[in-house]
Antibody, heavy 122, light 106 residues
């Protein structure tokens, strides 16, 4: 059974970078697509981006200049970096696996981590 | 694509049936998923492709709709169903979510 776990600082200062790790067990990140999603206070959810089994990435245009998703296949982990954060980046950040039906990958998340709460404040 | 969910809050009793609506700002074919969120647990994919139950989703859950109007129906509510439900479209990039519906115990 695949399990995902987010980790990283819970408090980040404005203008600094937010860095989170998603540790995956029970499934190789060299298979499938892996994404980051965040939920703001008030429950609005935003898809942030993904990294594929080959290492290719795609990002939400709203974040494109600030976001980077990378991976370490030897540790079966992938990472989120969000630069120049403001208080509006305060959210719970989730990592997730994309759904694969054996033929196609869909932008549907069939396994999620429990989320990491990040507050941006000085 | 903007996704509008309603209602935002819904109170019901075990055994009742409830429906949650999700409307897209443009046609998304049947490329819609429903998720369940519960405190302290990982989000759960319930339904994809508008009406296809994900493995492990109880049969009391059903999804319907296509184009712009979708509905999640839960029949014979059980205590474990009280949670927050989100819809998400994946027809267009970037994927977008509804604002959520909190299903509470009456």
């Amino acid at each position: 059974e695949v399990q995902l776990q987010e980790s990283g600082p819970g408090l980040v200062k404005p203008s600094q970078s937010l860095s989170l790790t998603c540790s995956v067990t029970g499934y190789s990140i060299t298979s499938n697509y892996w994404g980051w999603i965040r939920k703001f206070p008030g429950n609005k959810m935003e898809w942030m981006g993904y990294i594929s089994y080959s290492g290719s990435t795609s990002y939400n245009p709203s974040l494109k200049s600030r976001i980077s998703i990378t991976r370490d296949t030897s540790k079966n982990q992938f990472f989120l970096q969000l630069n120049s954060v403001t208080t509006e980046d305060t959210a719970t950040y989730y990592c997730a696996r994309y759904y694969y039906d054996g033929t196609y990958y869909y932008s549907v998340m069939d396994a999620w981590g429990q989320g990491a709460s990040v507050t941006v404040s000085s | 694509v903007q996704m509008t969910q309603s209602p935002s809050y819904l109170a019901a009793s075990p055994g009742e049936s409830v429906s949650i609506s999700c409307k897209a700002s443009k046609s998304i074919s049947n490329n819609l998923a429903w998720y369940q969120e519960k405190p302290g647990k990982a989000n759960k994919l319930l339904i994809h492709s508008g009406s296809t139950l994900q493995s492990g989703t109880p049969s009391r859950f059903s999804g319907s709709g296509s184009g712009t109007d979708f509905t999640l129906t839960i029949r014979s509510l059980e205590s474990e169903d009280f949670a927050v439900y989100y819809c998400q479209q994946y027809n267009e990039y970037p994927p977008t979510f509804g604002a959520g519906t909190k299903l509470e115990l009456k």
